[in-house]
């Protein structure tokens, strides 16, 4: 049996974006967390399917256009990626929104802004466009916040490290330099990819973080390695480990949210502070403390990401069940 998938490839700031364009599967759910749910137990195959090896590769991430369960939502969003289906996905909102709407395949209510409906809760945007080309898409992410500060673990090998936890979409165990880590440059791509499976397993066992209003969102999934800049008018540099091998290429959208709200939470922002954001291969994102807000009881920002996208392609994928790989693999 053969099921084929259009997509539309690109990437944000040097990172993958797979718009499953065709192919979604018809999901059960009254919101978008809910449906999330519902793809996991039912068709995480095509996640796997499409991400891993060898229709994808380590770092692969995309996901799908729905109409939302909202009346006052454009467009809902569900993500796939390597490590799994994110609540939220910040170069994966830039890639998909930009593809969506030079395609056809969103229509905003009012020109220029959109409502997206994402796993994580509602997430607002505003787009530039040249022609037909959308040049730049701003996103003012879901409520983000400090987690949990300070937690303590001995890596074989390394040494000790303060880890500090942070939210924006996603949960990042958030590592500044300290000790044995001097830079990212020091460190090297293997050594980042290996240390941070290391250290998410010793974060896990130590905490485990569970969102105030959504309990489907727990758990340390991303490793964020903070650095200082390298580039002349950017205010920091990451890492961002995800999934069992990628080293985001962008900066991260989720993770850029989670470290505005790490750094507002330790007095570092105050609202209306901007924050160029670079990526390990230093392309950018424009981070902004928009608001501070309450989340519950929990002290909360809302971050805002700019950046911008290329399609490179269209790509029709076939997954056959003949094929011993239709799952994909990851080695
Ligand atoms: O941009 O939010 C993001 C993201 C999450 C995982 C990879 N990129």
């Given at each position: 049996m053969r099921h084929t998938f259009f997509c539309i490839d690109g990437h944000t700031a040097g990172n993958p974006v797979r718009l499953v364009a065709g192919g979604a599967p018809l999901l059960k759910g009254a919101t978008m967390s809910e449906r999330r749910q519902d793809f996991m137990a039912r068709f995480d195959w095509i996640r796997t399917g499409l991400c891993f090896e060898p229709r994808g590769h380590d770092m692969m991430s995309g996901g799908f256009l729905y109409p939302p369960?909202?009346?006052?939502?454009d467009v809902g969003i569900l993500f796939i990626e390597t490590s799994g289906c994110l609540p939220m996905c910040g170069h994966g909102t830039i890639g998909m929104v930009t593809f969506g709407l030079e395609h056809g395949l969103i229509r905003p209510s009012s020109p220029g802004k959109l409502r997206v409906e994402v796993p994580a809760g509602v997430i607002e945007i505003d787009y530039k466009t040249e022609g037909d080309k959308v040049t730049s898409v701003k996103i003012r992410n879901v409520p983000s916040f400090l987690a949990a500060q300070g937690i303590r673990i001995d890596v074989p090998d390394f040494g000790p490290l303060s880890i500090d936890v942070a939210y924006g979409g996603n949960f990042y165990a958030i590592i500044e330099p300290q000790g044995a880590y001097k830079s990212l440059d020091d460190l090297g791509a293997s050594r980042i990819v290996n240390l941070s499976r290391e250290i998410r397993q010793l974060v896990r066992a130590a905490y485990e973080p569970v969102h105030p209003e959504n309990d489907t969102i727990r758990g340390v999934s991303h490793i964020l390695w903070a650095d200082a800049p390298k580039g002349e008018g950017a205010d920091g540099r990451n890492a961002v480990f995800y999934g069992e091998k990628a080293i985001d290429r962008s900066p991260c959208g989720t993770g850029t949210s989670a470290r505005l709200a790490h750094l507002a939470a330790t007095g570092r922002l105050v609202k209306g502070d901007a924050f160029v954001h670079e990526s390990y291969i230093c392309s950018r994102f424009i981070g902004r403390v928009e608001d501070e807000v309450m989340l519950g009881d929990q002290k909360a920002i809302v971050p805002s990401i700019e950046g911008s996208a290329i399609a490179t392609g269209f790509n029709t994928i076939w997954i056959d069940r003949?094929?011993?790989?239709w799952q994909g693999f990851h080695v």
């Amino acid at each position: 049996m053969r099921h084929t998938f259009f997509c539309i490839d690109g990437h944000t700031a040097g990172n993958p974006v797979r718009l499953v364009a065709g192919g979604a599967p018809l999901l059960k759910g009254a919101t978008m967390s809910e449906r999330r749910q519902d793809f996991m137990a039912r068709f995480d195959w095509i996640r796997t399917g499409l991400c891993f090896e060898p229709r994808g590769h380590d770092m692969m991430s995309g996901g799908f256009l729905y109409p939302p369960t909202r009346e006052d939502c454009d467009v809902g969003i569900l993500f796939i990626e390597t490590s799994g289906c994110l609540p939220m996905c910040g170069h994966g909102t830039i890639g998909m929104v930009t593809f969506g709407l030079e395609h056809g395949l969103i229509r905003p209510s009012s020109p220029g802004k959109l409502r997206v409906e994402v796993p994580a809760g509602v997430i607002e945007i505003d787009y530039k466009t040249e022609g037909d080309k959308v040049t730049s898409v701003k996103i003012r992410n879901v409520p983000s916040f400090l987690a949990a500060q300070g937690i303590r673990i001995d890596v074989p090998d390394f040494g000790p490290l303060s880890i500090d936890v942070a939210y924006g979409g996603n949960f990042y165990a958030i590592i500044e330099p300290q000790g044995a880590y001097k830079s990212l440059d020091d460190l090297g791509a293997s050594r980042i990819v290996n240390l941070s499976r290391e250290i998410r397993q010793l974060v896990r066992a130590a905490y485990e973080p569970v969102h105030p209003e959504n309990d489907t969102i727990r758990g340390v999934s991303h490793i964020l390695w903070a650095d200082a800049p390298k580039g002349e008018g950017a205010d920091g540099r990451n890492a961002v480990f995800y999934g069992e091998k990628a080293i985001d290429r962008s900066p991260c959208g989720t993770g850029t949210s989670a470290r505005l709200a790490h750094l507002a939470a330790t007095g570092r922002l105050v609202k209306g502070d901007a924050f160029v954001h670079e990526s390990y291969i230093c392309s950018r994102f424009i981070g902004r403390v928009e608001d501070e807000v309450m989340l519950g009881d929990q002290k909360a920002i809302v971050p805002s990401i700019e950046g911008s996208a290329i399609a490179t392609g269209f790509n029709t994928i076939w997954i056959d069940r003949a094929d011993t790989f239709w799952q994909g693999f990851h080695v």
